[in-house]
């Protein structure tokens, strides 16, 4: 168990819904990570987080949002759902703002119909 | 951009053998390379990590190796056993916008 709590575990939605992933970091850690995994296109990084601001950005959609709270936890939003956006989607924390030493989550298994 | 490079994609042993994982890089400026074990249905879990100011570091039956120069770096697992089966995934911390890239995976099966 690495400490990173997401939820839900599985989502299934239909095209054109808008749904929230969220994620914990473990206790003590100030950054917060996104990545979508798929089988074409492997780990993508999504966006970071660090103490509230965003760090850094990558290949994250303009549909697609995040935001890291004052307690630390950080939320995901997509919107405007495709099918392309099934997808694992994992949430990695990590004490600095520099991306290294990450711990992920679980994951949150995206099903878009 | 960073780019890393993973071979090779699927990995076959039997228990008791040795599994070496190659990756490669191209940023010359990326100084940090951790290696994820990723079992099915779960995340990936951090195994072991490198610094570019070291050239090789261990951990049990574990190992990974560095090479700044040709710019790679090796995973090493030694007397294998079948929960070591699972996709292990390199990565490199890319410096220009401080973002971690990874490869594209090895699926590792250790047959008993």
């Known amino acids: 168990d690495s400490g990173v709590t997401q939820t839900p575990k599985h989502l299934i939605t239909a095209t054109g819904q808008r749904v929230t992933l969220r994620c914990s970091p473990r206790?003590?850690?100030?950054?917060v990570y996104w990545y979508q995994q798929s089988l074409d296109q492997g780990l993508q990084f999504l966006i970071q987080?660090?103490?509230?601001?965003?760090?850094a950005k990558g290949n994250i959609l303009e549909r697609f949002s995040a935001q890291q709270f004052p307690d630390l936890h950080s939320e995901l939003n997509l919107s405007s759902l495709e099918l392309g956006d099934s997808a694992l989607y994992f949430c990695?924390?990590?004490?600095?703002?520099?991306?290294?030493?990450?711990?992920f989550g679980p994951g949150t298994r995206l099903t878009v119909l | 951009g960073e780019n890393v490079e993973q071979h090779p994609s699927t990995l076959s042993v039997q228990e008791g053998d040795s599994a070496v994982i190659k990756c490669t890089y191209s940023?010359?400026?990326?100084?940090?390379f951790p290696w994820y074990k990723q079992e099915l249905g779960k995340g990936p879990q951090l195994i072991i990590d490198i610094r570019s100011n070291v050239g090789e570091k261990k951990d049990q039956r574990i190992a990974v190796t560095l090479n700044k120069t040709a710019k790679h770096f090796s995973l090493h697992i030694t007397e294998t056993q079948p929960e070591d089966s699972a996709v292990y995934f390199c990565a490199a911390i890319e410096r220009s916008n401080y973002k971690l890239t990874f490869g594209k995976g090895t699926l590792l099966t250790v047959n008993p």
């Open positions: 990695a924390s990590s004490v600095g703002a520099n991306p290294d030493t990450q711990y």
């Open positions: 940023d010359s400026a990326s100084n940090y």
């Open positions: 206790s003590g850690d100030l950054s």
């Open positions: 987080y660090y103490n509230g601001e965003e760090r």
